[in-house]
């Protein structure tokens, strides 16, 4: 069986995609899987897959492909893109000009690829952003199934555009299963790595020395992702005085952002290799997991695989959603998870206006171990362990069913089969 998978945009994107393909050559040694992704991420694919360390096993075809990307402002109208001020000529109409020509060399690029292949794909994944759009045009014109994973609460445009004709639509997060029109529709969770597992209180307190945490206090992780968050940073730069009375604090600035954090070193003090100040700034952590797995609160953007990780780590969590997103796609996972009791949200634009909003969050949660407790638990109910695993097996029922029609649920894929 011969697989494309489409994953690109974000790392939150590329990651989980790369979960089910181990998932599916464990299930399937011989099957045969290509990876088609934007221009942007293809390196870091191939550092993932072919040329990594944890990748070099993935013995599979890494192409670029084209795509655009249409810019919008989440609760804008239409008359806002011409009139209000933050919009400039180029930042939004050229952009997105430019994203409408390489959303159609898109789908001309894959259309004459499929055309052109001496052996087409028996089925496509794709797992959202705006890359699999102009791939899930081209399958649909070549009748190859495909399947989409949508990690977020609420579906972005390109999923929507393709979910009519999908053979399958998983979802990252639960959604309401009378809405008609949803029968293709289920539940996977988000893929993760597999190093994403709640640690022993133990091994907690190991991964805190190893970072050079050594206090009583409680630990703080604040992430923005490997680029970072602006608004957090800034945050963080005008109540880190404060917090150090009480927290110690990991700040993982971003690639995109740490040059702009550096002034922030000035805080981290290290004697005779030790880290006197409880600390620490990094552009980006290779180690997340392990990071992560060492804090006793963790602040966050509220992206699903971000969420997807902590909910399998188990921690307790303050999410700054996001707000500017098309679709509000992160305020909808805060929101959801702070209505289940599983997340504090702060609002990022208010957060901007007033940064001690975020310090009495960080406070009042650090003094209160019960409560982060609660949250943790709670976050840890809405983990899918093996999300990998049957997206895997609904990718390969897709394909043994080409040209059969719309799989059944989770159950009724078949667990053992072997794959010719």
């Known amino acids: 069986m011969k697989v494309l998978v489409v994953g690109g945009g974000s790392g939150g994107h590329v990651t989980p995609a790369i979960a089910v393909v181990r998932e599916i050559l464990?299930?399937?040694?011989?099957?045969?899987?290509?990876?088609?992704?934007?221009?942007?991420?293809?390196?870091?694919?191939?550092?993932?897959?072919?040329?990594?360390?944890?990748?070099?096993?993935?013995?599979?075809?890494?192409?670029?492909?084209?795509?655009?990307?249409?810019?919008?402002?989440?609760?804008?109208?239409?008359?806002?893109?011409?009139?209000?001020?933050?919009?400039?000529?180029?930042d939004l109409i050229l952009k997105n000009i430019a994203g409408l020509f390489g959303f159609l060399a898109g789908v001309l690029q894959s259309f004459f690829r499929f055309l052109f292949m001496k052996e087409r794909p028996d089925v496509v994944f794709l797992k959202g952003g705006f890359v699999g759009l102009p791939v899930g045009i081209a399958a649909r014109a070549f009748k190859i199934p495909y399947v989409i994973h949508e990690s977020d609460a609420?579906?972005?445009?390109?999923?929507?555009?393709?979910?009519?004709?999908?053979?399958?639509?998983?979802?990252?997060?639960?959604?309401?299963?009378?809405?008609?029109?949803?029968?293709?529709?289920?539940w996977t969770g988000t893929p993760i790595s597999e190093e994403f597992r709640k640690v022993s209180p133990a091994r907690q307190a190991s991964l805190r020395k190893a970072f050079g945490f050594c206090s009583k206090k409680p630990l703080v992780v604040v992430t923005g992702g490997s680029q970072g968050a602006k608004h957090i940073n800034q945050a963080v730069t005008q109540i880190l005085p404060e917090l150090l009375k009480q927290v110690d604090v990991g700040l993982v600035a971003g690639r995109k952002h740490y040059e702009e954090m550096t002034e922030l070193k000035k805080y981290e003090v290290w004697e005779d290799a030790e880290l006197k100040s409880g600390f620490r700034m990094w552009e980006f952590n290779s180690n997340m997991a392990e990071l992560l797995g060492a804090a006793d609160l963790v602040v966050s953007r509220a992206g699903a695989t971000t969420i997807a990780e902590l909910a399998s780590l188990s921690k307790a969590v303050i999410l700054v959603p996001f707000g500017e997103l098309a679709g509000g796609h992160q305020t909808k996972n805060a929101e959801r998870l702070a209505e289940l009791g599983a997340a504090k949200v702060v609002d990022d634009e208010k957060m901007v206006k007033k940064p001690k909003l975020l310090l009495e969050m960080i406070l009042e949660l650090a003094g209160k171990p019960a409560e982060?407790?609660?949250?943790?638990?709670?976050?840890?109910?809405?983990?899918?362990?093996?999300?990998?695993?049957?997206?895997?097996?609904?990718?390969?029922?897709?394909?043994?069913?080409?040209?059969?029609?719309?799989?059944?649920?989770?159950?009724?894929?078949?667990?053992?089969?072997?794959?010719?």
């Open 26 to 90: 464990a299930k399937s040694p011989r099957a045969r899987i290509e990876f088609w992704t934007d221009r942007k991420y293809y390196k870091n694919v191939l550092k993932l897959t072919v040329l990594g360390k944890k990748g070099g096993d993935l013995n599979m075809k890494v192409r670029k492909v084209w795509s655009g990307k249409f810019r919008r402002y989440a609760g804008w109208k239409i008359s806002d893109y011409f009139t209000a001020w933050r919009v400039t000529i180029f």
């Open 372 to 420: 982060r407790e609660k949250l943790a638990t709670a976050l840890h109910e809405e983990a899918k362990f093996d999300s990998a695993k049957v997206l895997a097996e609904i990718v390969l029922e897709a394909g043994r069913n080409r040209g059969g029609g719309v799989i059944g649920a989770r159950e009724q894929v078949p667990q053992k089969r072997g794959v010719k």
């Open 154 to 186: 609420t579906p972005g445009l390109a999923n929507r555009l393709l979910m009519r004709r999908a053979a399958k639509v998983a979802m990252g997060a639960k959604f309401d299963t009378e809405t008609p029109g949803r029968e293709k529709w289920v």
